[in-house]
């Protein structure tokens, strides 16, 4: 899970970066990567001196003037103690395949850089590695969101909340207060869970979804239907 805290109260973007700037390899060489690169390059944070694909996959040598390099033979070209690794993969298998190249990357010995967008809103939170966050994002405080998860832009994460390690939250969801999202879940474009629910490990909430109660492993939910409710607002306590 996530260790870094770092207030931020201005989201400079230098701090909005939280890591020294160091010589960074790019997993993959689609759009994801491509993507990715953009984003470290514009914000000029870190250098990238090459992309790493898996040898079967591996079908140029160079993309846009940088090395790719088998992933395979990563250790003895860039080795852990001269580069770190960034692996914005995409949600294939529910970010199961995400997850399992994070935990290639660390087994071989690579520390993992993560990317907050300085116009991400933060407070402090403690932020995983490889971890990467678009341009507005709302992050309350007391959030804590873990390793190897990707926040597309425009979500808002409410107080109190939990992202565990490798979640891809689409854009504009709304996360409520205090909610406690379980490992590999992937919450679709503009869904919304209420506040003090948990999500169990790798659900899927549809595009739209309203998610009003826990949900348990491997749950897929869709819809949002709205009905009128049987008493009227005056006998509400919780609002
Ligand atoms: C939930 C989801 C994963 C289901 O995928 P799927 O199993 O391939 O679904 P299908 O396209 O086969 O649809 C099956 C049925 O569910 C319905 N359905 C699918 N997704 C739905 C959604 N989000 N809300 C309501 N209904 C949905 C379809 O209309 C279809 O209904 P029908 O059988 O009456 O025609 C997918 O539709 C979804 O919402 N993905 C998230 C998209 C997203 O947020 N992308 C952002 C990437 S950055």
Known sequence: MAQLAKPNPNNSSADAMMDPPCDVVIFGTGEM????????????????????????????????????????????L??????????????????LHRKRLFLEGLDKGYDFIRFIHPYARYYGTPVGRNTFIFEDNVIQPHTVIGDNCILWSGNHIGHHT??????????????????????????????????????GEGCVVGAGALVTRALDDLTIIVGAKSRIMPKTSDQLDGI
């Open 78 to 95: 860039y080795p852990p103690d001269q580069v770190k690794l960034f692996c914005p993969v995409s949600y294939k298998e529910v970010n």
């Open 33 to 76: 990567a491509e993507v990715a690169r953009f984003y470290l390059q514009w914000e000029g944070t870190h250098n990238i001196v090459a992309h790493t694909l898996n040898r079967e996959y591996l079908n140029e040598t160079s993309k846009d003037g940088l090395p790719v390099v088998a992933w395979e033979d990563l250790n003895t």
């Open 162 to 199: 939990t992202i565990r390690d490798h979640c891809f939250i689409a854009s504009h969801v709304v996360v409520s207060g205090a909610v406690d999202i379980g490992e590999r879940c992937f919450l679709g474009v503009n869904s919304t869970i209420r506040d003090n629910i948990s999500l």
